[in-house]
Structure formats: C-alpha cells, structure tokens
C-alpha cells in the first residue's frame, strides 16, 4: 500500500506500472497527521512501514526549513507511534549519508556522530535519532538506512542528475555548483531498493546500514559524462555561484549491509547511462513537470545565481 501526500513532487504517473497489480493499493495522506495514519495502519492490516516519506532537496530546505522539520522529524513520530501503539512487525526509515556532514577522508560507518550541515541534513539527523530513542525506550521495532544519491527512472527533475539531463536535451546550461569538485557516489536506484530490502527481511532490529556502491565521482565529471552520452558540447556546463554549507565530499563503509549479502550491482557508467536513456526516451514524463511550479523554483533556484567564469 502506497501512502503518499502528493506534494509537488509526488506523481501518480509513478505507479502506472501498479495500476493492474490487486497487490496494489493508494492513499493520498500526509504522514504528519495522526488520526489518518492510524485510520489506514487499522482498516489495511498494515504489519510494516518503510518510511520514504521525507522533505529530500537541500536547496529547498535553505528557503523553507520549516516544511522539513515537520515532516522529516514530526511526520517520522507520528510513524513510529503508530508503529508502537498498533504492535507493528518494523518500521524500516530511510535515512541519507547527509547527515554523517562532511566527510574529508576515510568512510562513515553506522557508529560514526552525526554532523548535519544543511536544515534537509539535520532534519533527517532528527528522524534518525527519534527512531533510535523509541528503540531504546519503548523496543519500537525500528531499522535505519543511510543511503548515498540515488539516480535512475522518475526522480524529479530538480535533482542534479536528472536535472543536467533534462536542460542538456533542451541545448539549456548546466548550472554546476562551484569548481564542480564536490564527490558524490551516484548509486542506480534498483541498487538502492535492493539493499533497503535485505534490511527489511534480514537486518537486525535498531541497527543502522549505509547503502551505496562505495564509488566516488566528481560532480564536474558527472556533467561530462551526461553531455558525452547525449553528444553535446561540455560549453553547456555552466559554473554558477556555490550554496551555502555546501558538503565537499560524502563517503559510506557498507561492510556491514554486505555481510548480509548485499552488494551493488551496477557500475557508475552503467548507472548513468541507464539513467540518461530513461529520461531521453520518456519526455512525456518529464517535460509537463518542468512548468507551472518547477519554473517558478528554478528561476528562484538560479535566476539570479551569480556565473563565475
């Protein structure tokens, strides 16, 4: 059953592939209001939650840091409530690397303190935390993932990767934040999905496990990799003035979620490409996004974002 708010970001077009499926199942609902939760949790037979839910671009939640905290901290409360009150089996909560902060050597591992830099970062800190405390004080059956970027099939188009893909078909600049030479591990979302299931069937309850493919990429060689594959010039790389706080490098040790088996299956290049031959193919998908309110954001996003040379 999918429980989803339908912000901005939220698209039913998502779950064509759902739509004959009798398994299947949708609620429009916010996750901050308990009274609903309870509702579906009781009239569904709900015995798990994975917590997707969340508030997930930085840049947004330096404009408007109050959406976030509501409902990556809030929103994750009413969640484990409902898991405690209602005797659920596990509430698997899926977390980000972001909020390790910035790591300039070496690898996070699980055990690691927590040093969020952005309010996105530091709200995802405090649903970790929340889900930890209720695990210690009442057993709430949590499990937590801390996965690094996802890219692939249907991520909304102010993500950076599918965000150079879509300018770059459109002959748009590329708006690459700083000297480009922040490291990110870019892991394909079926890989992704892969390691949050071994923790919901196999991970130990309140355990913490990263999740990403261990491979590191400047965000300047990302944007080349795009244009090379869609045969434009690198010209359309466009050096733009850095946000604020922006984390240099992010790193994940997966020792732990590999010891159950796991393991990341698609190289970067094949990531990329698998990612920019969606995107190219489905036009339809994305091209009704890019208007209306995601204009409005981009303008406010990088209209007026100094160009460095």
């Given at each position: 059953m999918v429980y989803d708010k339908l912000t901005y970001a939220g698209n039913l077009d998502n779950l064509r592939d759902l739509e004959d499926n009798p398994r299947h199942s949708f609620v429009r609902g916010d996750i901050c209001d308990m009274s609903l939760v309870d509702r579906v949790i009781q009239e569904e037979q709900i015995s798990t939650i994975l917590n997707f839910a969340a508030e997930t671009h930085v840049d947004r939640s330096i404009f408007e840091p109050g959406s976030f905290?509501?409902?990556?901290?809030?929103?994750?409360y009413v969640?484990?409530?409902?898991?405690?009150k209602f005797g659920l089996d596990r509430m698997i909560h899926i977390s980000t690397d972001e909020v390790y902060g910035e790591v300039m050597s070496g690898s996070s591992v699980e055990s690691d303190p927590l040093r969020p830099r952005s309010p996105y970062a530091a709200s995802k800190a405090g649903g970790d935390l929340i889900c930890l405390a209720y695990h210690t004080t009442y057993g709430t059956p949590v499990v937590i993932t801390r996965g690094s970027n996802s890219i692939g099939p249907y991520q909304y188009p102010e993500k950076v990767?599918?965000?150079?893909?879509?300018?770059?078909?459109?002959d748009?600049?590329?708006?690459?934040?700083?000297?480009?030479?922040?490291?990110?591990?870019?892991?394909?979302?079926?890989?992704?999905?892969e390691g949050i299931d071994t923790v919901l069937h196999q991970g130990k309850i309140g355990e913490i496990y990263n999740v990403g493919s261990g491979v590191e990429i400047r965000n300047i060689d990302m944007a080349k990799g795009i244009l090379r594959l869609l045969k434009k010039p690198e010209s359309l790389i466009q050096y733009v003035e850095d946000r604020p706080g922006h984390d240099r490098r992010y790193s994940l040790d997966t020792t732990k979620l590999q010891s159950l088996g796991w393991g990341s299956?698609?190289?970067?290049?094949?990531?990329?490409?698998?990612?920019?031959?969606?995107?190219?193919?489905?036009?339809?998908?994305?091209r009704k996004i890019k208007s209306g309110e995601y204009k409005e954001w981009y303008e406010r996003q990088y209209g007026k974002r100094k160009i460095l040379p």
């Open positions: 905290i509501q409902t990556d901290i809030y929103g994750t969640l484990l409530e409902a898991t405690k990767v599918p965000l150079f893909i879509t300018n770059a078909l459109d748009l600049p590329l708006p690459l934040y700083g000297d480009g030479s922040q490291m990110r591990d870019y892991q394909y979302i079926i890989d992704h999905c299956r698609h190289a970067f290049q094949e990531a990329l490409e698998k990612t920019v031959k969606w995107y190219t193919e489905n036009e339809w998908w994305w």
